[in-house]
């Protein structure tokens, strides 16, 4: 699912309408995060938002397989295109492949008044 226009940009902060991310689905997005504008993700895996930057941490390299396409077939994990590391969607730990034993950046991420919102969080 592509952002639209009602979606809001801010080098702090991220949101968008909650109706704009499906079950199963993602958006991408910039946001500020320990001093740098990078890409990040938010998902919505059976009906709970979570918020990843979006770096492998095997190789450094974008997760996304194909442009906004994070999850694996059963949409089950998340999975990285580039050597196929698979992370669990609610936590962000390695779940299988070459990033054992690390996690994916979070973000926090809370609904309000019919909106996510993203920020960096306390550790960014
Ligand atoms: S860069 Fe993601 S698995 Fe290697």
Same mark, same amino acid.
């Given at each position: 699912m592509k952002p639209t226009s009602t979606t809001v940009a801010h080098p702090i902060a991220w949101s968008?309408?909650?109706?704009?991310?499906?079950?199963?689905?993602?958006?991408?997005?910039?946001?500020?995060?320990?001093?740098?504008?990078?890409?990040?993700?938010?998902?919505?895996?059976?009906?709970?938002?979570?918020?990843?930057? #979006?770096?492998?941490?095997?190789?450094?390299?974008?997760?996304?397989?194909?442009? #906004?396409e994070f999850f694996d077939p059963e949409r089950r994990f998340l999975t990285c295109g580039t050597h196929g590391s698979l992370y669990d969607p609610d936590t962000g730990k390695c779940a299988g492949g070459p990033c054992a034993g690390r996690s994916l950046f979070p973000l926090s991420v809370r609904v309000s008044d019919g909106r996510v919102i993203v920020t960096p969080g306390a550790l960014a």
């Open positions: 968008a309408p909650v109706s704009e991310i499906e079950v199963g689905h993602s958006v991408k997005f910039h946001i500020c995060w320990r001093g740098s504008v990078v890409e990040a993700f938010v998902i919505n895996f059976r009906g709970h938002y979570y918020a990843y930057i #979006n770096y492998c941490v095997h190789a450094g390299t974008p997760l996304d397989w194909w442009p #906004n």
